[in-house]
Structures are given as structure tokens and as C-alpha cells.
């Protein structure tokens, strides 16, 4: 059973940098690619980041294009969510999360709280 660990939330003023992180275990976490969700309230998730199981070809959502960087380190079968740059609008609980065993599997979030 694949397990995700989100970590790296909290408190910041707009401006402001902070790196989420995701750790997996339970399979061969270096095979899958990774993506970061977020979900504010009363919104709908959405992706903000992927990265292929490579490691080279990622995805960024528009609203978050040049800020949010994604990253993986598969010795650590971890991947990181380098944000700077925030705004209020990057309010959110973040998840991560990936697709293995035909399933897609959630971490359960790290809140991201954005203070103007």
C-alpha cells in the first residue's frame, strides 16, 4: 500500500517562500510520477505540479507558473514543492499525491496559510 506524507505548511506573509515535501513508501515510489494538488475552501482540488517517474518532464499550473518549482529526490523517495513569490490566493491545503496498482493514492494534506 502506497503511503504519501505531506510536511512543510504553515503561516507566512505574502512574499514570503516555503518548501512542501511528500515522502512515499510502500512501493517503488521512484517509479511513479508525483503531483501536488491543493484545495482551498469552497473550491474544487487542483493540480498545481507534476513530474513523470523520470524525473524530466514536469507540468505547472498557470497560476502558479514561475513561482512553484517541483521537484523529486528519489533516494529519498521524496518530491518537494519549492514555492516563492506567495500571495493570499495560494491559501490552500496541499496534497500530494500519485497513480499506482491502477488507483491514484493521497497524502492528507499540509495546510498552506497566506497572511496579507
Known amino acids: 500500500q502506497v503511503r504519501l506524507v505531506e510536511s512543510g505548511g504553515g503561516l507566512v506573509q505574502v512574499g514570503d517562500s516555503l518548501r512542501l515535501s511528500c515522502k512515499c513508501s510502500?512501493?517503488?515510489?521512484?517509479?511513479?510520477?508525483m503531483a501536488w494538488f491543493r484545495q482551498a475552501a469552497g473550491q474544487e482540488r487542483e493540480r498545481v505540479a507534476a513530474v513523470d517517474w523520470i524525473g524530466g518532464a514536469t507540468y505547472y499550473a498557470h497560476s502558479v507558473k514561475d513561482r512553484f518549482t517541483i521537484s523529486r529526490d528519489d533516494a529519498k523517495d521524496t518530491t518537494y514543492l519549492q514555492m516563492i513569490s506567495l500571495k493570499p490566493e495560494d491559501t490552500a491545503v496541499y496534497y500530494c499525491n500519485t497513480g499506482a496498482y491502477g488507483r491514484d493514492f493521497w497524502g492528507k494534506g499540509t495546510l498552506v496559510t497566506v497572511s496579507s
Open positions: 510502500g512501493g517503488p515510489c521512484s517509479e511513479y510520477a
